[in-house]
């Protein structure tokens, strides 16, 4: 411990406020974490949880007496005096009607995990070390791993799965947000760090600050050095994810975006890719049945890809084949081989690939938007970057420049080359190929019927 400085005294306090800043001085007096407090009162035969701990010295209410003695002895000094100086604030604070809330519940705000998740072992164990400092995160900074990909292949859903494994590692409790980055509204900074300090224990009936750098000061007090996981689900951009970052180590962050989230330095980044085969196949099993599926191996190949190995796709045409259990499955599988139809047969309910590719392809910028047209009046799938100069009529560092615009917003994949001076080839994924080519049948279409040539009046 630290005696350099003299020791907070209690008598001092004369409001719950102030007698939270003596507890506060009381911790940095004793030079204690969080979790060494918890340990040490162990050793006393008390219960402080750490959750608690940072709660209640993150807010200004007046704690309860149970947790006033366990702080106190693990802090290392006699319990009485503060006993009896919160016993005195508490009979002046119920003169004046003040309210005093209780310790607030650890935040378990995941969504349910899916019974049909498979694979992707390489990714969870990667994300698992990312968030656990397994990795080797500098000590005190907050662990991030953004999870990018293509709208449908899985991001939300290998979040949520992994965040529900690491439940025991996070027993402060685990935040969630979909951010909506990939629609026309999403979430501000100050619409979610009201929800989160809510969550964290921020009485309801006290006012938050408007100001979103107060609020995410606030946020940060009321995170810091708790094992909590905060799970920021459909990103788009750094900007939305800067104000809704805690500030010291205790927490982690999981993050999911479309985008790959170069500039914001996370511990680890995990681009998610298709399903293997087998995976796919393993997946549809799970929802169609794994007895259909292994009567009619050869057509469960065939959905799997045509479905581009998607799992968004699979988990639409497994229900589809759960809902017509009359249905072979390669009655699917030819309805899938008509490329003119494959979009319109994907989808159910509130599922539909094409949706999802409208929210990636609206979010793009307009030149973007034409380039992602032109590419997908192409039969091949791949092309280098001198293929799509010629295509796009521009010299071969700006093809590039636009190709890699695509690579980040997660809509095309770039493979390197073998061999030295080889060049890098460009992949457009067979599903949002579709999608593109839709988009250039249409919007051509419409631009011709536009220009002053096409509404000249014949003579």
């Given at each position: 411990m630290s005696h350099t400085n003299a020791v907070p005294s209690p008598e001092t306090?004369?409001?719950p406020e102030e007698f939270v800043r003596l507890l506060r001085r009381l911790r940095a007096w004793s030079e204690l974490t969080y979790r060494e407090l918890e340990i040490r009162a162990q050793r006393h035969g008390l219960h402080l949880a750490r959750s608690t701990t940072a709660a209640v010295l993150g807010r200004g209410a007046l704690p309860r007496a149970g947790f006033v003695h366990a702080y106190v002895a693990a802090c290392g000094l006699t319990p009485e005096p503060w006993l009896g100086a919160r016993q005195r604030i508490a009979a002046a604070s119920e003169t004046r009607g003040a309210d005093i809330p209780a310790v607030p519940a650890v935040p378990a705000q995941l969504p349910c995990d899916l019974a049909d998740f498979t694979g992707r072992e390489a990714h969870l164990t990667a994300i698992g070390e990312g968030l656990t400092g397994a990795s080797g995160t500098t000590h005190g900074v907050v662990p991030v791993v953004a999870v990018s990909g293509r709208a449908g292949v899985g991001k939300t859903s290998l979040a949520v799965h992994a965040a529900h494994a690491l439940t025991e590692r996070f027993t402060d409790g685990r935040l969630f947000v979909d951010l909506r980055g990939a629609s026309s509204a999403p979430a501000g900074p100050r619409e979610v760090l009201v929800r989160f300090l809510r969550a964290l224990g921020l009485p309801g009936p006290i006012a938050v600050p408007d100001a979103v750098e107060e609020l995410g000061a606030l946020y940060?007090?009321?995170?810091?050095h708790r094992d909590l996981l905060v799970v920021l689900d459909n990103a788009a951009s750094e900007r939305q994810i800067r104000p809704l970052l805690p500030g010291v180590g205790g927490p982690a962050v999981l993050v999911t975006s479309r985008h790959r989230l170069t500039s914001m330095g996370p511990s680890r980044s995990v681009e998610l890719?298709?399903?293997?085969?087998?995976?796919?196949v393993a997946m549809l099993a799970r929802i169609a049945g794994a007895d259909r599926v292994a009567a009619e191996r050869q057509a469960a190949a065939d959905i799997v890809r045509l479905c581009g190995r998607c799992p968004l796709a699979l988990r639409i045409a497994g229900a589809r084949l759960a809902c017509r259990r009359q249905w072979p499955l390669d009655r699917l599988a030819d309805?899938?081989?008509?490329?003119?139809?494959?979009l319109d047969e994907l989808a159910i309910g509130d599922l539909a690939v094409r949706e999802r590719l409208e929210q990636e392809y609206a979010a793009l910028p307009q030149e973007a938007r034409r380039t992602f047209r032109l590419l997908g009046l192409l039969e091949a799938p791949c092309l280098p970057a001198g293929a799509a100069a010629a295509l796009l009529?521009?010299?071969?560092?700006?093809?590039?420049?636009?190709?890699?615009?695509?690579v980040d917003a997660s809509l095309l994949t770039a493979v390197p080359g073998e061999g030295t001076g080889a060049t890098t080839t460009y992949r457009m994924p067979d599903l949002v190929r579709l999608y593109a080519r839709e988009r250039a049948g249409a919007e051509e279409a419409a631009a011709q019927c536009r220009s002053p040539a096409a509404q000249r009046p014949v003579s």
């Open positions: 306090a004369r409001t940060r007090t009321l995170s810091a890719g298709p399903l293997s085969p087998d995976q796919g309805l899938l081989r008509d490329d003119r139809r494959r009529d521009c010299p071969v560092g700006l093809a590039e420049t636009r190709l890699e615009a695509l």
